[in-house]
């Protein structure tokens, strides 16, 4: 799935958000509770690695894309 690969990419924050909120979107309108839970799961999962970098002096949102 589209969303799914660009979920495993390494972007800027604002792209990421960018990223999960149309997924959580279309998840909302065509997926299951099931699907959304799990939208709503590898967001968190993103913004804690994230901010796991960020603590060890690694911003790469100055660095990518």
């Given at each position: 799935e589209l969303?799914?690969?660009m979920a495993r990419m390494n972007m800027k924050k604002r792209r990421a958000r960018f990223v999960f909120?149309?997924?959580l979107e279309y998840e909302e309108?065509?997926?299951?509770p099931k699907d959304v839970e799990q939208v709503k799961s590898?967001?968190?999962?993103?913004v804690q690695k994230l901010q796991s970098r960020e603590?060890?002096?690694e911003d790469e949102d100055e660095d990518e894309n």
């Open positions: 969303y799914s690969r909120q149309k997924w309108k065509h997926g299951s590898l967001a968190a999962q993103y603590k060890d002096g």
